[in-house]
């Protein structure tokens, strides 16, 4: 019992690997899902949360947010819920938005 209990903290503490179009629940109200926008460095990341047909405004996300990794969004179903939420996409977002979707995975530490 008392092993268990150590597994679980020991694997709540175990990095966790995150890539654009990651979907995770919020760590906070499990049922809220975000997607993540770009991976960023440190222990910081860019997500916006999924609603049923437009995604939220982009915010800041770290680590502790996370509760787990749950699917994947793929480049054209953001850009096309970013274009809902603000009724158009610029070029410069959609620049932005591809070369976000071109780095690599990582880890973060819990």
């Known amino acids: 019992m008392q092993s268990e ?6 694997s709540s503490q ?6 654009f179009g ?5 760590a906070y109200d499990k049922t809220r899902r975000y997607v993540i926008i770009d991976v960023g460095e440190g222990d910081w990341f860019i997500a916006s949360q999924i609603f049923s047909d437009c995604l939220g405004v982009t915010g800041t996300g770290h680590a502790s947010d996370i509760q787990e990794i749950v699917g994947h969004m793929n ?3 953001i850009l096309k819920g970013l274009q809902k939420t603000n009724g158009s996409l610029s070029g410069e977002i959609q620049h932005l938005v591809l070369k976000a ?3 690599p995975p990582r880890d973060l530490q819990r």
């Open 5 to 10: 209990r150590l597994n679980k903290k020991e």
């Open 14 to 19: 175990d990095p966790i690997r995150i890539s």
């Open 22 to 26: 990651a979907i995770h629940t919020y």
């Open 75 to 77: 480049v054209e179903t």
């Open 101 to 103: 979707a071109l780095k």
